[in-house]
């Protein structure tokens, strides 16, 4: 690597020792074989709900998006119970749609249903996802949990253009 612009965020595929110099084979980009723990803010938490393709954008969401969040909640009681809609967050990162945490992952292989055969499925198109998986903090992802357990046709991710900074108050 010329700078160390270039290595940040990869991952040690081996053990580097102090003052050992970094080469493109001693690291990896993160992938679904380095797992999501370092995509995660310090203090926030990655959380995974549950999506159907009316709650997701028909599954167009990818990695790396940026989603607002909206909340179906009961409130009340009895004969005052009713279901109110609310913004929960904004803004907020994808980290993974099903086993997907790169955006920009050509392609999955699996063994077919055989044992003896390769599947390859293109993840830049792939919807076939039914979570997804975002970053909050703390007290977010609890209730996130607490609202989506309850119902997980209680919670719809509607994207927003990454350019998109504004937040309604």
Not at 65 to 71: K, L
Not at 88 to 105: E, M, P, R, Y
Request: charged share 20%; proline share 7%.
């Amino acid at each position: 690597f010329d700078s160390v612009p270039l290595v940040v965020g990869s991952v040690a595929a081996v053990p580097i020792k102090t003052g050992q110099t970094i080469t493109k084979n001693l690291v990896v980009e993160p992938g679904p074989e380095t797992g999501m723990a370092n995509k995660v803010a310090l203090g926030n938490r990655a959380v995974t709900v549950p999506v159907s393709n009316a709650s997701s954008n028909g599954k167009m969401i990818r990695p790396g998006d940026r989603v607002d969040i909206i909340a179906a909640i009961e409130v009340g009681k009895g004969i005052n119970q009713r279901r109110e809609v609310t913004l929960f967050a904004q803004d907020i990162i994808v980290l993974a749609t099903g086993k997907n945490i790169n955006n920009d992952l050509p392609r999955t292989l699996e063994r077919d249903p055989s044992g003896k055969g390769l599947i390859q499925t293109n993840l830049t198109g792939d919807t076939s996802y039914n979570e997804i998986t975002v970053e909050l903090p703390l007290e977010q992802a609890l209730d996130l949990i607490t609202i989506s357990n309850g119902s997980p046709a209680a919670i719809t991710f509607m994207l927003r253009n990454p350019a998109d900074k504004v937040k309604k108050r």
